[in-house]
């Protein structure tokens, strides 16, 4: 496998050369790690997407007033809002959300990036291991056929 080296962009390589140091198993455990944090990674991405989503189309008078409503009547009796200050409010409150929030997806986005491409490295190096052994394997057999037929 060494002659398809050339074939990975250059950061790819340092990765290949400090991955293949590991053994199968440390390797395919690695993988299953990996994996795990993509699912997670998806998982958290479709919930904040889904957040967002939900604060841009939340009715305010039918979702966000039964959530807050404790806050709202505490808010209302000490300021003595009227219901257009309250909804004004509530809307800066939540474009403030939306902002951590698209924060939160683009930290969560890049992290699932990176889980990607590590993983394709990691898959890589665990396809060239196998393909190693396999080859190694091939030739242990030659060997013996051939000492078979001499003796």
């Not at 305010?60 to 309250?86: A, C, F, M, N, Q």
């Not at 939160?104 to 990691?122: F, G, P, Q, T």
């Amino acid at each position: 496998m060494r002659n398809k080296r050339y074939r990975l962009p250059v950061g790819y390589l340092k990765k290949v050369e400090y991955l293949e140091k590991f053994s199968l198993k440390e390797l395919e455990l690695y993988q299953a790690y990996l994996k795990s944090v993509i699912e997670f990674g998806k998982a958290v991405v479709g919930s904040i997407i889904a957040a967002i989503i939900a604060i841009f189309v939340a009715n305010y008078d039918k979702t966000i007033y039964p959530v807050l409503s404790d806050i709202i009547r505490v808010y209302i009796s000490k300021k003595e809002i009227t219901d257009t200050g309250l909804k004004i409010m509530l809307m800066r409150i939540n474009f403030s959300v939306i902002i951590v929030i698209s924060i939160l997806l683009a930290i969560y986005i890049s992290r699932l990036m990176n889980a990607y491409r590590e993983n394709s490295i990691v898959e890589y190096v665990i396809n060239s291991k196998q393909k190693d052994m396999e080859i190694m394997k091939y030739g242990n057999r030659i060997r013996h056929r051939k000492r078979e037929k001499r003796g």
